[in-house]
């Protein structure tokens, strides 16, 4: 089983696999910050609530993204 580990480390930084990482990481960052000012916007715009309400939302939701943004990065077969 470590042998398989060292080698999936060894194959992490290969062109191939390091270009499709990159790719993965930097779509999981626009879709997070997309998320985000979406999310800004709708509570601005829709709800005022009382200022200690809307920080933890926003702090709750941005923990919320970054556990979710886990399930965005997709197996790749090459």
């Known amino acids: 089983m470590l042998a398989a580990a060292g080698q999936a480390f060894e194959e ?11 790719k993965c990481v930097g779509f999981t960052i626009a879709l997070l910050a997309g998320l985000i000012v979406a999310v800004e916007w709708s509570f601005t715009h829709f709800v005022a609530w009382p ?7 926003q702090w ?19």
């Open 12 to 22: 992490l930084f290969s062109p191939p696999f390091r270009s499709v990482l990159l």
């Open 60 to 78: 709750l939701g941005g923990l919320a993204l970054v556990a979710a943004s886990i399930f965005l990065i997709p197996p790749v077969r090459r």
């Open 51 to 57: 200022g200690w309400i809307e920080t933890t939302i």
